[in-house]
């Protein structure tokens, strides 16, 4: 959605103004339209202050069309290099994590997580996968669904059943919303405790997560910033209408249910971050952030 709207942004330009000035206006009201439907992730503020960074540089003596051609082709290059190409790279680097006979658990749905299990599937590697899950929101499921019909030999289970099937698994593979520059991976609520106990059992945690979304800051809990999801779908059960013991939850003095969407899982938990730069320990993510800083185009 990012994507479409700065490309279209440019086009859409009214002829007879100062184009870095008012064209950072326009995106700003865009950007804001954005926020107001759901508060901006890591990597969507990263995408913006590239192309904020790229309206400040544009020449003011250039021709309007030559400076906006220029401008989309810069978000077009940004698109394909940070996000398209940078899958595709990171992919092959986790894929080399991955070895026969593997029982890989993952967590929730990740995109990042289908493409290397299905890359796996089509190098011939053997190997079973565990998808855990966890409500309100059950993503796992659509991976689930997926894998099966890409004949990847899967287990299901929820999240309270992590030690039972934890000593069945080799490896925890986890996609990521954010990583921070203290080592912290900001990932889907219930990440962290699967994390946790796969550490505590000795299992390695590889983290797969392209660099757009890195950033410097620094967080050390869940509490002082994240996404808020809608409290009511936890006083829902699927296929379950006579659970209603939260059903008027409102309207009960002092009670509040709190739905957080990420959680911040310590490095602590981590083993490897995988990205299209390669296979690094959680600690030298302030170098991969030092360095894709000084990169010509950022």
Not at 56 to 69: F, G, L, Q, R, T
Not at 173 to 201: E, I, K, Q, W
Request: hydrophobic share 45%; proline share 4%.
């Amino acid at each position: 959605m990012l994507g479409s709207l700065v490309k279209t942004a440019p086009s859409s330009f009214k002829a007879g103004k100062v184009l870095s000035r008012d064209l950072t206006q326009q995106l700003n009201n865009a950007i804001q339209f954005l926020v107001h439907c759901r508060p901006l992730s890591i990597s969507m503020g990263n995408a913006i202050k590239y192309v904020k960074l790229q309206v400040s540089k544009i020449d003011p003596a250039a021709h309007e069309v030559d400076a906006k051609e220029e401008l989309v082709e810069k978000i077009n290059t940004y698109i394909q290099e940070k996000i398209v190409f940078a899958d595709n790279v990171l992919v092959t680097n986790a894929v080399a994590k991955l070895y026969d006979d593997d029982v890989i658990l993952t967590y929730s749905f990740s995109s990042v997580i289908f493409n290397i299990l299905l890359r796996a599937k089509k190098e011939g590697k053997k190997f079973r996968v565990v998808v855990m899950d966890s409500r309100p929101q059950l993503e796992g499921r659509a991976l689930l669904r997926r894998l099966l019909s890409h004949g990847i030999a899967c287990t299901y289970v929820l999240l309270n059943a992590a030690s039972y099937i934890m000593s069945e698994v080799t490896k925890v593979f986890l996609g990521a919303s954010a990583v921070l520059s203290n080592g912290t991976v900001m990932s889907r609520a219930g990440s962290a405790a699967v994390a946790m106990m796969a550490t505590s059992t000795s299992k390695p945690v590889i983290i797969c997560c392209e660099t757009y979304k890195f950033h410097e800051k620094v967080q050390l809990d869940s509490i002082t910033h994240n996404e808020l999801g809608d409290p009511s779908v936890l006083t829902r059960v699927a296929r379950r209408p006579d659970v209603t013991a939260l059903q008027d939850w409102e309207e009960q003095p002092g009670l509040g249910l709190l739905n957080l969407v990420y959680d911040a899982m310590p490095q602590d938990y981590i083993t490897l971050v995988v990205t299209e730069f390669g296979a690094i320990p959680p600690t030298s993510v302030p170098v991969i952030l030092r360095e894709y800083r000084q990169e010509p185009t950022i």
